[in-house]
């Protein structure tokens, strides 16, 4: 599932923003200062970030602002009580690609996340089609020529990940993230398992492994 970074100091909004995500099927990292973001934003692969501007240690604008000046393209949707025109346009140079007024409305902000990813990942809608598989994000539904297919919630989180970054190989060490529960890791064992259970269902062809490199489907090992 797509992996969301949460930027947000009120004690009581951030968390409650987090478990609605959550709900929504997104892996959800929440944190309240902008020192901690920007740490964050530099080092981890995140889908979609959910700047407040008002930040503690660096405000969201200054966080936005480095990140974009270095090289730092992940999508970006502005989330705060400052609504005058100005303020927006500032949002907006700084680099954001979205803009939500508080207080926020879940089912648009939901509705906006998932148009950033679409935009990010080429798609006009909330599917996917590779080969005979076709992926309904939004619905979590999975179709094999046409047919139902039944995946666990791991399952349909690996084969997710890797059809959204298809022709590029996705390592055990992402696929793991991509399976964080907010409180435990999943086991050393976790991604070989979902992995080959995913090769009964689909078709052993339809996922590539190479030593070294990870896994990945859309293409053919080198």
């Known amino acids: 599932m797509p992996r969301l970074l949460l930027a947000e100091d009120d004690a009581d909004l951030g968390p409650a923003i987090r478990r609605a995500l959550e709900l929504e099927g997104y892996v959800v990292d929440l944190f309240t200062r902008g020192d901690d973001v920007l740490a964050a934003g530099r080092s981890a692969d995140y889908d979609v970030l959910l700047l407040d501007i008002g930040l503690p240690h660096g405000t969201g604008l200054e966080v936005l602002r480095m990140l974009r000046g270095e090289g730092i393209a992940t999508p970006v949707i502005v989330v705060t009580a400052f609504d005058r025109t100005q ?57 094999l020529e046409g047919q139902a297919l039944p995946l666990t919630a ?24 991509e399976l964080y529960d907010g409180d435990n890791w999943a086991e050393s064992n976790t991604v070989e398992v979902a992995i080959s259970s995913l090769r009964r269902k689909i078709g052993r062809d339809f996922i590539h492994t190479a030593r070294g490199l990870g896994y990945m489907v859309g293409g053919r090992e080198r």
């Open 87 to 143: 303020q927006r346009v500032a949002g907006l140079d700084a680099g954001a690609d979205d803009y939500v007024v508080k207080p926020v409305d879940l089912e648009e902000l939901a509705a906006r996340i998932r148009s950033q990813l679409r935009r990010r990942e080429g798609r006009q809608d909330d599917t996917m089609t590779i080969g005979p598989v076709m992926l309904d994000f939004a619905g979590h539904v999975a179709t």
């Open 154 to 177: 791991k399952e349909f989180r690996v084969l997710a990940l890797l059809m959204r970054r298809s022709r590029r190989f996705v390592s055990k060490a992402d696929l793991e993230a």
